[in-house]
């Protein structure tokens, strides 16, 4: 194990619950994870990926030095991890994580994958980043959107592709350092998903971490206030605003709470249309792969 890097990674998928389960797993004592939740580290080392995005971006971690600064902090901790849901889908992600921390386990949550794309849709629309309000359109745009290099936050249908994703990660990581989640039984069973996660960290998996609350969850602001805080959230539209200087984080979800709205529910019948159309050959073969019955997701 190479010093001041992780032994653990959890890869994705984005919209999953990687929020929560980072929530969760940083609670624990002989656990320690990163202030930066999503480094997305794998994602621009050795790659110069310049995606087309609405907004502004995140500044990039592109180096080992600035990847390693992430986890000085570490103390007698046991467990060192860090969550970019993006790793999943980066075609080069699982090679250069073999290569930098060879040893290292891999944490997937994955979910139905027409939800996962509707949350996704959701997320983007949520932080102004997404113009179309059609949501089975987008997927009709994607290759489109692919050629004109759009970020990955766009590609919802093709992130979906679990099978081909996580056949990248089984070739060059053994069986027993992959541990697959699914977001359903998470929802379901919080605490149980959780404990099993330490036992896989040979870590104490009596803790009991507070499940209570969900996190990173979809909306679309409301009213002024909620466009202003959207825009203060996403586009550093006022950057010497840090509500978290003067609103403890229990009032800030609130506020957020307060000036989002739920969005519409994914009709039944168009995720059954686009998961027979798009996916049912894929989740066939991701079962083989994962060892899990997904017959729910069809």
Not at 10 to 17: D, N, P, Q, S, T
Not at 124 to 131: F, I
Not at 275 to 287: A, P, R, Y
């Amino acid at each position: 194990m190479k010093k001041n890097l992780p032994n653990f990674i959890i890869i994705g998928a984005m919209k999953a619950a990687t929020t929560s389960i980072y929530t969760y797993l940083k609670q624990h004592p002989d656990i320690f994870m990163p202030k930066v939740k999503e480094p997305m580290f794998f994602n621009n080392y050795h790659q110069d990926n310049k995606y087309v995005v609405k907004g502004s971006n995140k500044k990039k971690i592109t180096t080992l030095k600035q990847y390693k600064s992430l986890f000085d902090e570490v103390k007698a901790e046991g467990a060192i991890g860090e969550a970019s849901p993006s790793y999943i889908y980066n075609e080069k992600a699982a090679e250069l994580i073999k290569k930098e921390i060879p040893n290292v386990k891999i944490i997937v949550v994955l979910r139905q994958p027409v939800e996962r794309a509707y949350s996704n849709f959701l997320h983007a629309k949520r932080a102004g980043k997404e113009a179309e309000n059609d949501f089975e359109k987008t997927f009709d745009l994607e290759d489109e959107r692919k050629i004109a290099n759009w970020s990955p936050l766009y590609h919802y249908k093709s992130k979906g592709f679990y099978f081909e994703q996580l056949q990248r990660y089984f070739k060059v990581f053994p069986k027993e350092n992959i541990k697959i989640l699914l977001f359903e039984d998470i929802v379901k069973s919080p605490m149980e998903s959780t404990q099993k996660l330490f036992s896989f960290l040979e870590v104490d998996a009596n803790f009991k971490p507070d499940t209570s609350r969900k996190t990173n969850v979809s909306g679309k602001p409301k009213g002024m206030l909620g466009w202003i805080l959207m825009k203060i959230r996403y586009y550093n539209l006022l950057p010497n605003i840090q509500l978290s200087k003067y609103l403890p984080q229990s009032a800030i979800r609130l506020l957020f709470k307060a000036v989002y709205e739920k969005p519409e529910k994914l009709d039944k019948h168009l995720k059954k249309k686009l998961t027979e159309k798009h996916f049912k050959s894929d989740i066939l073969q991701l079962e083989k792969l994962i060892e899990k019955d997904l017959s729910h997701w069809l």
